[in-house]
């Protein structure tokens, strides 16, 4: 299956500010997929990333705040705009494996995002 | 539309115990199901997983199986380790959907 790097790993970030969150995948994937876990909940997803489309965001989810990337069909990032600490959360990439039996999910190990 | 709901956590247990993580979906025609771990301090890994009614989805000692006619996908493990402690994700998506629908995670915590 495809892995995933993902960095920053961590950032504490000033509020006001933005943060950009790095995606790079081993292998091309068609759509890549951007959740946010918020402190002790479960993950919610943000957006799918297309390559040479806007990304497609999901309802509580704006391209202002939230702008994607997707550049080419190993790659995409996330930025989080002009932060406050309610977007302290984990922030994860995700592709599909769609080749069977492998059939499935793989996620980057998060953006572990501190808003001060 | 589609939903995932599980069992409440924390949940804490000794070495050696017996494991049940319930949990039940609420969806139309026939969903693939998923369970993925999260370690401390880690992003998710997929556990397992089952595309139809009645396929069992095994890994680590973990086994799931797809009850259809009950909505459920109960994970078990017969005797768990301290090194099981993480949260727990049940999940569901279509094939050709793409967007996975995740419950609200079960947090397991293992004593020795």
């Known amino acids: 299956s495809a892995v995933i790097s993902q960095k920053p790993s961590r950032d504490i970030c000033q509020r006001g500010t933005s943060l950009t969150i790095q995606c790079q995948v081993d292998s091309q994937v068609t759509m890549m997929f951007w959740y946010r876990q918020q402190p002790g909940q479960s993950l919610t997803l943000i957006a799918t990333?297309?390559?040479?489309?806007?990304?497609?965001?999901e309802s509580g989810f704006v391209i202002d705040k939230f702008p994607i990337s997707r550049p080419n069909l190993t790659f995409s990032t996330l930025t989080v705009s002009n932060m406050s600490p309610e977007d302290s959360s984990i922030y994860l990439c995700?592709?599909?494996?769609?080749?069977?039996?492998?059939?499935?999910?793989?996620f980057g190990s998060g953006t572990r995002l501190t808003v001060v | 539309g589609n939903s995932v709901t599980q069992m409440e956590g924390p949940v804490t247990l000794s070495e050696e115990a017996f494991l049940t993580i319930n949990c039940t979906y609420t969806?139309?025609?026939?969903?693939?199901l998923f369970w993925y771990v999260q370690y401390p301090g880690e992003g998710l890994q997929l556990l397992l997983k089952a595309t139809k009614a009645d396929d069992k989805g095994s890994n680590k000692g973990f086994e799931a199986t797809y009850r259809k006619e009950t909505t459920s996908f109960h994970l078990e493990k017969g005797s768990v380790q301290v090194s099981d402690s993480a949260v727990y994700f049940c999940?569901?998506?279509?094939?050709?959907?793409?967007?996975?629908?995740f419950g609200t995670g079960t947090r397991l915590t293992i004593i020795p």
């Open positions: 990333a297309n390559q040479g489309s806007e990304a497609t965001y």
């Open positions: 969806a139309t025609g026939y969903p693939s």
């Open positions: 995700s592709v599909e494996a769609v080749q069977p039996p492998n059939y499935g999910y793989t």
């Open positions: 999940a569901l998506t279509y094939f050709g959907n793409e967007k996975l629908t």
